[in-house]
């Protein structure tokens, strides 16, 4: 079973190298690190995952990004933007994850979303970085954001992953901690461990057993 | 004056949480400022009220903090959403949780990571660091000098490559 932070972001964005953050999510209680733009290896028991980040405004620049770049063994993850965006996001072959979704204006995400999501098996990824960082508003709009897409979720039963976005290994919490802090906004504990089990699933999905002749 | 007898006194826990990166030094002081902060922010002056968080004693890589009974979970919580002691970044991972401090003190010695050897001098990307390593592979590099000083966490691996 995969435990993964679904993505952090080491040095150069960071403070800590790549080898130290999969130190530190190893005595953490993660088996796993998604990171963009790296080549896959195991440090120290823990398995780095690259990650694929597309941030742009227009379906057509992300299937541009999704044919130079998806593919092989990363996992795709896109930025959310507007209701509709979001839709044509979730019906491209490719994406794995759909982000930034707490920063997202209120309807962007909807039952329809949500339906499509789970049909496609497109997870739906929690930041937790404002939850922590953030403050007043800023952190009282994530929570609310956060609590809606609960909702939906036990509702239509997309994917989840739970992402820390640490910048630092100071930013990384403990799958405890995490537990702890996904209550705020109303996430069950088993529903947590289901969401930090994602990732594996994304990358290798069930598929029809062959019998090999 | 009379002690309250023990039934109708306010039930306390007791929470025993790691600060990293250790050695830091954080002020005592600071660190009840930072959790009361985090708590409050989090919950608001009512429920903060409620938690009555405190922090009882604190050495270079623990810190032991006292709230209300069945306020525990929201510190926790709170705990978690610390990321500075004054102008010092840390985090503050909790350990464990019990009703006495006697029993929590108990726990001290295990919970406490290993010391970091002796600081060296390191040259990287044209700066010099003060290199701390602990036992294991993990090295923190702080910036000499005065004030604003980089942190960067690096490993022995790391270091070796430069």
Same mark, same amino acid.
């Given at each position: 079973?995969?435990?993964?932070?679904?993505?952090?972001?080491?040095?150069?964005?960071?403070?800590?190298?790549?080898?130290?953050?999969?130190?530190?999510?190893g005595e953490l209680g993660f088996d796993s690190i998604v990171v963009p733009?790296?080549?896959?290896?195991?440090?120290?028991?823990?398995?780095?995952?690259?990650?694929?980040?597309?941030?742009?405004?227009?379906?057509?620049?992300?299937?541009?990004?999704?044919?130079?770049?998806?593919?092989?063994?990363?996992?795709?993850?896109?930025?959310?933007?507007?209701?509709?965006?979001?839709?044509?996001?979730?019906?491209?072959?490719?994406?794995?994850?759909?982000?930034?979704?707490?920063?997202?204006?209120?309807?962007?995400?909807?039952?329809?979303?949500?339906?499509?999501?789970?049909?496609?098996?497109?997870?739906?990824?929690?930041?937790?970085?404002?939850?922590?960082?953030?403050?007043?508003?800023?952190?009282?709009?994530?929570?609310?954001?956060?609590?809606?897409?609960?909702?939906?979720?036990?509702?239509?039963?997309?994917?989840?992953?739970?992402?820390?976005?640490?910048?630092?290994?100071?930013?990384?919490?403990?799958?405890?901690?995490?537990?702890?802090?996904?209550?705020?906004?109303?996430?069950?504990?088993?529903?947590?461990?289901?969401?930090?089990?994602?990732?594996?699933?994304?990358?290798?999905?069930?598929?029809?057993?062959?019998?090999?002749? | 004056?009379?002690?309250?007898?023990?039934?109708?006194?306010?039930?306390?826990?007791?929470?025993?949480?790691?600060?990293?990166?250790?050695?830091?030094?954080?002020?005592?002081?600071?660190?009840?400022?930072?959790?009361?902060?985090?708590?409050?922010?989090?919950?608001?002056?009512?429920?903060?009220?409620?938690?009555?968080?405190?922090?009882?004693?604190?050495?270079?890589?623990?810190?032991?903090? &006292?709230? #209300?009974? @069945?306020?525990?979970?929201? +510190? /926790?919580?709170? !705990?978690?959403?610390?990321?500075? %002691?004054?102008?010092?970044?840390?985090?503050?991972?909790? &350990?464990? #949780?019990? @009703?006495?401090?006697?029993? +929590? /003190?108990?726990? !001290?010695?295990?919970?406490?990571? %290993?010391?970091?050897?002796?600081?060296?001098?390191?040259?990287?990307?044209?700066?010099?660091?003060?290199?701390?390593?602990?036992?294991?592979?993990?090295?923190?590099?702080?910036?000499?000098?005065?004030?604003?000083?980089?942190?960067?966490?690096?490993?022995?691996?790391?270091?070796?490559?430069?």
């Open positions: 079973m995969t435990v993964a932070d679904a993505c952090i972001h080491p040095c150069p964005e960071g403070d800590s190298s790549l080898r130290r953050m999969a130190v530190e999510a733009d790296v080549t896959p290896f195991i440090y120290s028991g823990v398995r780095v995952i690259p990650a694929v980040l597309i941030a742009e405004e227009s379906v057509r620049a992300v299937s541009g990004q999704l044919r130079k770049r998806g593919g092989g063994q990363s996992l795709v993850m896109v930025n959310a933007g507007e209701n509709g965006f979001n839709r044509a996001v979730l019906n491209l072959k490719g994406v794995h994850v759909l982000r930034n979704l707490c920063m997202t204006r209120k309807q962007s995400f909807n039952h329809v979303c949500a339906r499509q999501a789970a049909d496609r098996g497109v997870a739906i990824d929690l930041d937790l970085y404002p939850v922590i960082h953030a403050s007043g508003r800023t952190r009282q709009r994530v929570l609310v954001r956060s609590g809606e897409l609960i909702r939906l979720y036990s509702r239509y039963r997309f994917p989840l992953t739970i992402s820390s976005n640490a910048r630092s290994v100071l930013d990384l919490r403990s799958v405890e901690e995490i537990t702890l802090l996904c209550s705020l906004f109303g996430m069950e504990e088993d529903d947590v461990q289901a969401a930090l089990t994602t990732v594996g699933g994304l990358l290798n999905p069930p598929a029809p057993v062959r019998v090999m002749p | 004056m009379k002690p309250l007898p023990p039934t109708i006194r306010t039930k306390k826990r007791y929470i025993l949480a790691g600060i990293e990166p250790p050695g830091t030094g954080a002020d005592q002081k600071d660190l009840y400022h930072a959790i009361a902060d985090a708590v409050t922010s989090l919950f608001g002056d009512i429920r903060a009220a409620a938690i009555s968080p405190a922090v009882i004693s604190s050495g270079p890589d623990h810190v032991i903090i &006292r709230c #209300t009974r @069945g306020g525990e979970q929201d +510190l /926790r919580i709170a !705990l978690s959403t610390v990321t500075a %002691a004054g102008d010092r970044k840390i985090v503050l991972r909790p &350990r464990a #949780t019990s @009703g006495t401090l006697h029993a +929590l /003190r108990k726990r !001290l010695p295990q919970e406490v990571p %290993a010391r970091p050897e002796e600081p060296a001098e390191v040259h990287f990307g044209g700066r010099v660091y003060i290199a701390r390593r602990y036992q294991g592979q993990k090295v923190d590099l702080m910036e000499k000098g005065i004030k604003r000083q980089e942190l960067l966490f690096l490993t022995q691996n790391d270091l070796e490559e430069l």
